[in-house]
Every structure is written in C-alpha cells, then in structure tokens.
C-alpha cells in the first residue's frame, strides 16, 4: 500500500501564480486534512474534509482553497502564491471514527515562492 | 491561537539518558492525545498516543504520562538512542466532534553518541 500520496514533492512558483497540490489516499479513510509546516510554528491546519463532500476552515485558511474530489483524492490549490505561503505541506487521513484514529501522514511538498 | 502548547523547542541528550518532552492544553474537551515522531524530509509519524482515561502508557522506551487536573502530558523516551533524534510533535483532538488534530510546536530532539 501506498498510503498518502502527495504530488509533487517539490514546486517553485512565482508571486502570483497558482497551483493545485494533490493528495490521495489508498487506505479508504473518511477524513483528510492540509497542514503547513512552518519552522519554530508545528504544524498548523489550513482546511479539512471530514467525510466525502464537507470541508470546513482550519487556523490558517486565507489564501488556500480545497477540493474533496472523492474520497481518495483532497487538493489544496493555490490561486495566487505570496512569498508567505513558502511552506512544506503535508496531507493527512485518518478514519474519523472513535476507535481508529491514527492519522497518517504523505511525505509533503515543499513549495518555495519568490 | 495555540490549543497545545509544547517544551522544550529543542533538547540535547546523551546516549542512554532519558528525554522528557511536556505538553499543556487548554481544551478540556480534548480526549485524544498523541504523539507525532518525524525525521528530516518525511512526513510525521504516530508514535504513541493516550486517551485522559488512563494517566500513563508504555510501548518500549516509549511512555506518555498524562495529568487530566493539570491538562497536561508528557513524553519520556527512556534510554534515548542517537536513532530517536528527530522532532516530535504533541497533538490533541476531539474525536467525536471530528475535529482534526491541533498539533504543538514541536521539540528537537538531538542525541549524542
């Protein structure tokens, strides 16, 4: 099994420019998740898909827009990059239940802005 | 607005010593809380996690001690290996709620040989 599985792993954009990131997920999770990671900040979340067809804000969310596809894919698109949004990206999924909770993590994205 | 708050930033321990990491929360609604281990490059990787119903798990040299009246919890990483050095990330969540995971700032961990 693959996992999660984000594309691509690296990305140089320019200031205004945009970009779709994808993420899929071959473990038939419900939930799925975009987190930045910034250094000296952890990880904070951008949006979530709690079930196929939701999506809800999370701490950082200006500037970012989801698409939940189905249920194995989750993009986070980018409408017009700003130096800020330099970051690494990761998605995540979990089962959203009460009993299996583990999130499992992609490898990320780093995506540098200028 | 940070719900979990983590220390140190970063740590420096010998081979063999034992490594304590501390996390606080301020949601008391929170009832799931685990811990995120990552190497350079990766993604993050659950390492153990704990539920406020019991106040300590072990897995190895692993162990979470949770204090539900302090709203707080801790990693201790037991005989510490130059192989556990990585940052580590305290997380919490509201299960039923089906929030996603509120992660801390993360900690360094660097172990000499």
């Known amino acids: 099994n693959a996992g999660v599985t984000q594309t691509p792993k690296f990305q140089v954009l320019k200031t205004g420019q945009s970009m779709t990131l994808q993420c899929a997920q071959d473990m038939n999770h419900n939930s799925m998740y975009w987190y930045r990671q910034d250094p000296g900040m952890g990880l904070r979340l951008i949006y979530y898909?709690?079930?196929?067809?939701?999506?809800d804000k999370g701490e950082v969310p200006n500037g970012y827009n989801v698409s939940r596809l189905n249920k194995r894919e989750f993009s986070l698109r980018l409408e017009s990059a700003a130096p800020s949004q330099t970051s690494v990206y990761f998605c995540?999924?979990?089962?959203?239940?009460?009993?299996?909770?583990?999130?499992?993590f992609g490898q990320g994205t780093r995506l540098t802005v200028v | 607005q940070q719900q979990v708050k983590q220390s140190p930033q970063s740590l420096i321990v010998q081979k063999g010593g034992i490594s304590i990491i501390n996390c606080a929360y301020e949601n008391t609604a929170f009832d799931y809380f685990p811990w995120y281990q990552q190497f350079p490059g990766k993604g993050p990787a659950l390492l153990i996690a704990i539920r406020p119903d019991v106040s300590e798990k072990k897995e190895g040299r692993f162990t979470i001690s949770f204090n539900k009246s302090a709203k707080q919890f801790s990693l201790h990483i037991m005989d510490s290996q130059p192989g556990d050095s990585a940052t580590y990330f305290c997380?919490?969540?509201?299960?039923?709620?089906?929030?996603?995971?509120?992660f801390g700032k993360g900690t360094t961990l660097s172990v000499s040989s």
């Open positions: 995540a999924s979990t089962w959203g239940g009460r009993l299996n909770t583990e999130a499992f």
């Open positions: 898909s709690a079930s196929e067809g939701t999506t």
């Open positions: 997380a919490a969540r509201i299960i039923q709620a089906g929030t996603a995971l509120i």
